[in-house]
Nanobody, 124 residues
């Protein structure tokens, strides 16, 4: 069983930065691929970024490449999403998710544990 708690969201102006954190409980964290998803009002939840259990592999959706960086510290059971050059279209509720395997995936069905989400709002 893995429990996930996100933090670090907030209100920021266009071009600003935020760093999201996802604290995981459970000793299997280092064996799980991890990801960030987001859901904007009136839209479906979408994939943002993923990282393998070891941290050696990452994947990003095209709209955040070059601006967002996913990372993890397995010693601290924590996953991060560094978000730079934020845009109004990045406004969403951001979710942390843990996969049942060590690999990255974009499909939501690959993730069995989910956090409650942290709100990111980017003002223009």
């Amino acid at each position: 069983q893995v429990q996930l708690v996100e933090s670090g969201g907030g209100l920021v102006q266009t071009g600003g930065s935020l760093r999201l954190s996802c604290a995981a409980s459970g000793r299997l964290f280092s064996r799980n691929g991890m990801a960030w998803f987001r859901q904007a009002p009136g839209k479906e939840r979408e994939f943002v970024a993923a990282i393998t259990a070891s941290g050696s592999g990452t994947d990003y959706t095209d709209s955040v490449k070059g601006r967002f960086t996913i990372s993890r510290d397995n010693a601290k059971n924590t996953e991060y999403l560094q978000m730079n050059d934020l845009k109004p279209e990045d406004t969403a509720l951001y979710y942390c998710a843990a996969a049942s395997t060590a690999w990255v995936a974009r499909g939501q069905t690959s993730y069995v544990y989910w956090g409650q989400g942290t709100q990111v709002t980017v003002s223009s």
